[in-house]
Each structure stands twice: as structure tokens, then as C-alpha cells.
């Protein structure tokens, strides 16, 4: 029979979040049952609950970076056992059969991959998230944690982590690479980490300095204010890879000006409104403007194992279920250093 479990949940786009509970499909042969213990606060959650993304299905119960342990597992279930170190990310089921989904790439499934919350289940009922006591998700997207990576640091992982390594990788990150990250905040603390890690030289570009010991700290070379006029002109031609983790509207010309011969700009952050850019501004050094998704399941293991054998996790303000739209608000604020994560124990 389904399980009963607390949660918290979004029920418009002007209410703040409340207590409720949901119901968990009882274990299937091939199912993983989770005792959830942490979440991670993505912006694309407070853009799902405040339905800045269209429609959104009332109530919610949001979160995609989650971490906890194994409480269940059906009988045909061989990579797990109860008491492992799990976490699930953006996705919880593909079609497994199409081109994409073969490959490994889940997150271009042609038939569409069902989402971990706000998206509809193969059994036809909505899916629902991580800010809840536990979840059942088929053993194929569950993740293995390592040891090295505590489980509060982990969750960010599961989508910030995931979402730049995936276009590091993808752009042959490694030594000898130029990488300029924009921003410094949930995505952008990871791309630092991981791009060093990979052997790049790695530049942070940000509003202003107010960061900059940090992302120094975190693996960056240099660390240069997009405020100061003479920006732009200095770093002309000076990266192969520009990583934009930002959300908000920024000059694109200015930015591919950034790109030396054959260069890329990949978007990671998602506008709320359209952006546009001067052809020019490609043409003149074979520039490529490109955008990346998640990552596959098969990829954000190979993530979560880079990440321990590197020592790289997120840095993360941990917070109980009733702070998460004081949460919201100061992620919307850049007014976090870098990544919320709800302990999910506080819903008890």
C-alpha cells in the first residue's frame, strides 16, 4: 500500500509553503524506498513554486538535490542495499529505450523524462519532490554517494554540480583550458571547483569583488568585477570556454568578446526573459553560442566519483523546513553562500 509521509508544499504562486502530506507508491520490484535527509534549494525550485515558468500544478512539494539513505529495496534490485548512501537528482524515469536514453543521456529522452516533481509519473499521477521524509524512485536513477562527500554537501551535486560539469565535459574541459565562469553563486562555485579540478586555468567574472576571496579560494586564478569599464577590453580573446551561470540578463556581445578563435559561450543560468546578441559578434572568431542541460545519470555518478576523488563539494548553509521561503527570498537576493539545503528531519 502507499506510504503516507510528511512534506512540505507550495499550493500557489503568492503562498508560502506549507505542511502537508503526500503519498509515496508502495516498493516495486525494481523500486528504491529513501529516507530522505537533506534537499537542496535550486532556483529553478522558486521559479516552479512562484509559477515563473508557466503553469505550474498546485500544490507541489518541490526539491531535485536529494540525499538520504536506503531504507527499502524491491526483489530484483542488485545495485543497492538498505543502508546505503543514495541521492536522486532532476530525474526519476525516461522511456530507457530511445537513442538518447540508450546513450545514456537521459535528459534529451525523446519520449520526455519525467521530472522529480511537477511532472507526471508513468503510473499517471504528478511527481512530487524532495522536500519530504521520503521518496521511491526505480533503482536505474538512483545514485550512488561516495564516502568522502558528506551528504549535506552532496545534495547540491545532484543539479548544480551536475549542470556544469556536464558542459565542462562536454567542451573538453582540461589542462591548458581558459574558462571564464560568470558568476559566483550556487552553479558558479561549482564550475570553479570542478573546471581547476579538470586543470583549467579559471577566471571568475562577477558584479564585483565582494566574493573574491572566495572564489580564489575555490580554485579560481583570477577574479575580475564586470562593473569596471576596462574589463571586457583587457580579457579580449583570452578563453576558449565562457560558462554563464547566471540567471539574470547580461550583455551577450560583450561577453562572446571574451572568446578567443573557435570559442564557446554555453548558458547554464536560465533568464527570465529573452536575450539577444549581434551576429557579428560570432562571425568575427568562429564563435559558438550554446546552452547545456542536466546530465545523464551515467555522467552525474562519473560527477559524484570526480567529486570525492578531488575533494570537491558544495558549500552549503543547512536550514529546517519552516526557513525555506526566507530561504527562497535570499537565493533571490544572491544573500547565500552557495547553496540552502533543507534538512529534511525538521519536518518531523
Known amino acids: 500500500m502507499p506510504t503516507t509521509v510528511k512534506a512540505y508544499a507550495a499550493t500557489s504562486a503568492t503562498e508560502p509553503l506549507t505542511p502537508t502530506t503526500i503519498e509515496r507508491r508502495d516498493v516495486g520490484p525494481r523500486d528504491v524506498r529513501i529516507d530522505i535527509r537533506y534537499c537542496g534549494v535550486c532556483h529553478s525550485d522558486i521559479h516552479t513554486a512562484r509559477g515563473e515558468w508557466g503553469t505550474t500544478g498546485y500544490p507541489v512539494v518541490l ?35 530511445c537513442t ?29 519532490g524532495g522536500f519530504s521524509e521520503a521518496i521511491v524512485v526505480t533503482e536505474d536513477f538512483v545514485l550512488r554517494i561516495p564516502a568522502g562527500i558528506p551528504l549535506d554537501a552532496a545534495a547540491p551535486l545532484l543539479c548544480a554540480g551536475i549542470t556544469v560539469y556536464s558542459p565542462l565535459r562536454h567542451w573538453r574541459t582540461g589542462p591548458g583550458t581558459r574558462v571564464a565562469v560568470v558568476g559566483l553563486g550556487g552553479l558558479g562555485h561549482m ?51 565562457v560558462v554563464n551561470t547566471v540567471s539574470a540578463s547580461i ?28 551576429a557579428f559578434s560570432l562571425l568575427v572568431r568562429r564563435i559558438s553560442y550554446a546552452g547545456s542541460n542536466i546530465g545523464g ?14 575533494g570537491i563539494a558544495a558549500v552549503v548553509e543547512t536550514i529546517g523546513a519552516e526557513q525555506v521561503d526566507e530561504a527562497f527570498d535570499r537565493v533571490v537576493a544572491s544573500d547565500v553562500r552557495y547553496r540552502f539545503v533543507v534538512d529534511t528531519t525538521t519536518l518531523a
Open 100 to 128: 538518447y536514453c540508450r546513450r545514456g543521456d537521459e535528459q534529451f529522452c525523446t519520449e520526455g523524462y519525467v521530472e522529480t516533481y511537477s511532472s507526471t509519473g508513468r503510473d499517471g499521477l504528478p511527481t512530487q
Open 63 to 97: 526539491g531535485h538535490e536529494i540525499t538520504g539513505i536506503v531504507a527499502e529495496v524491491g526483489p530484483e534490485v542488485t545495485r543497492f542495499r538498505i543502508g546505503d548512501r543514495v541521492g536522486v537528482g532532476c530525474l526519476v524515469d525516461s522511456c530507457r529505450e
Open 297 to 310: 545519470i551515467r555522467e552525474t555518478q562519473e560527477m559524484l566519483d570526480f567529486c570525492a576523488a578531488h
Open 191 to 241: 564550475a570553479v571547483q570542478l573546471a581547476s579540478a579538470m586543470g583549467a586555468e579559471v577566471t571568475v567574472l562577477s558584479q564585483s569583488l565582494a566574493k573574491q576571496e572566495d572564489g580564489l579560494r575555490l580554485g579560481a586564478t583570477r577574479y575580475l568585477a564586470t562593473s569596471d569599464p576596462d574589463t571586457f577590453s583587457r580579457l579580449a580573446a583570452s578563453f576558449d570556454l
Open 251 to 278: 550583455d551577450l556581445d560583450a561577453h562572446l568578446s571574451l572568446l578567443d578563435v573557435d570559442g564557446t559561450m554555453v548558458n547554464v543560468g536560465i533568464p527570465e526573459h529573452p536575450l539577444s546578441l549581434n
